[in-house]
Each structure stands twice: as C-alpha cells, then as structure tokens.
C-alpha cells in the first residue's frame, strides 16, 4: 500500500510501512536525497576515519557488525555516486607486542577482504605493519569492470608520516642515482611518490572530534565532519547530513 504527502510542491510516494516505522526520519532522508542530487557540489573521494576497535573486538558479533556497516557504508556512498572511497583505520602501535599487533593487522586485513569480495570495485588494502623490511604491504583486488572508476583504499595503520617518510626516501635515492637534482624537487616529485594519489573531498571521523595523521599531504584542503556517533551506530541518515553539510560549505582551499 502507497500513500502521498507533498514535498516542496511534489506529491511523494512512501510505502507505507516505511513510514509507519518512522515518518519524520523517512521524509527528512528523502529531503536531503533530493537536496544532494540536485546541488552541483559532488563528493569525488570520501575518506572515512575508524578506530581498530570499529572493526575488530574480542567479540564476534561485535566484529561482526563492524564490517557490516562497513560494507553497507560503501554502498551508501555509491548510491551518491561518490566513486572513490578511502577508508583509515587507526592501529594503536606504543607498547603493543609485536606479536599481537602482528596478529591484529592479520585479522583485519583477512576481516576486511572477506567482508569486501562481492564489492565491484577496484579494491586496494594498505598495512603498516611491524616487520622491519619493508613496513608497507598492498593487497590488490581487481574486479573484472574496475573500468567503471570506483576505488575503494583500505589502509591499516599506514598513516601520513609514514607516507611521507617512504616518499623522502624514494626521492632521496633518486638524487643519489642521478635521476633528478636537489634543485628539481618540487610538489609533483612529491606527489609522484605518494601511496594514495588522490585528495578526499570530504572526511568524516566517527565516534571521535581528534584528527589523524591519514593522508596528510592530500588533505590540506580537504573538508572534516565530525559525529560523536559511534561507528556501530552509524546510519545513512549520518551520511547524507555529512554530505549535504559539505554541499553548504564555501571551501576556499587555503584562501
């Protein structure tokens, strides 16, 4: 059974039993749908910030939902045509043992390949993880129509001065071949070096109001949204407010 209700001048079909379970959250949804598809102002890259504890507890069930919401999150996104999303994990190292931290990295990284295998898209995971040679790891998975431009970047712990650390030594053993000259370093050798080449429209940081170090160099102009809602309890509606609240920003990219 349908029924309608105007909107703006519109009449709106609702299922009903949507709006029988909750009619004020059902119709603002629809309204800040309907605001984000008719703005000009896309969300190119979205970069989510989680905490390891998100994603990963001794609890299955708790785990569980984690990766769940993970899961449902991205497809969130692509129903905005947001195509390219990066997703940073913290990893607390000070004080962890190595073999747990060894063994944390190990369950995410496995965790996370499941839960995203049946995704359509061009799939990157990153770790930092604490063997010595080297401390960057990258899993690829390629889908057979990656040709339709949506990325998803995983990265485990793998954060900005980590980034910057490998770019500096790449280059450094440029200038020592000869490749390039000191004098020739610029921002696009710079960037040329990067893990993650592209700089998030937007980014939300859930359960927290603390920045990370994730994608330092690419973010300088990138804008933040904060929410104190836990990740488990993140909800579309969360999505859809960060994204419209982003589309009333004026960015001045560093004017």
């Known amino acids: ?27 603002y949804e629809r309204i800040l749908k309907r605001g984000i598809r008719n703005s000009p102002i896309l969300v190119n890259h979205l970069l989510l910030v989680l905490d390891e504890t998100d994603l990963l507890s001794d609890e299955p069930a708790v785990t569980a939902k984690g990766l769940e919401k993970l899961r449902h999150f991205i497809k969130w996104c692509h129903a905005l045509k947001i195509d390219i999303i990066s997703v940073y994990i913290g990893v607390i190292r000070d004080g962890m043992d190595k073999k747990l ?21 061009s799939i990157a995971i990153y ?5 010595p040679e080297p401390p960057y790891v990258k899993i690829i998975n390629d889908v057979d129509d990656a040709s339709n431009g949506k990325k998803i970047n995983i990265s485990i712990g793998l954060g900005g ?33 990067l893990i ?14 603390r920045l990370t170090d994730f994608l330092l160099w690419q973010s300088v102009y990138s804008e933040f949204y904060f929410t104190d809602v836990n990740w488990v309890n993140f909800r ?11 589309q009333w920003r004026e960015r ?3 004017r």
């Open 161 to 193: 001065r980590s980034e910057l650390t490998k770019a500096i030594k790449e280059i450094a053993k440029r200038v020592k071949t000869g490749e390039i000259k000191p004098e020739e370093i610029d921002e696009k050798v710079i960037e040329s070096e």
């Open 1 to 27: 059974m349908l029924t309608y209700f105007p909107l703006r001048g519109a009449r709106v079909r609702i299922p009903l039993p949507a709006l029988m379970l909750n009619p004020i959250s059902y119709m």
């Open 101 to 121: 931290l060894e063994k944390a990295y190990s369950h995410l990284m496995q965790h996370i390949t499941k839960a995203l295998s049946k995704e359509k898209a």
């Open 236 to 246: 579309k509606i969360d999505l859809l407010r960060a994204v419209r609240d982003f």
């Open 252 to 254: 001045r990219f560093g």
């Open 196 to 209: 993650f080449k592209s700089e998030p429209s937007l980014v939300i940081r859930s359960g927290a109001t």
């Open 127 to 131: 770790a930092d993880t604490p063997a």
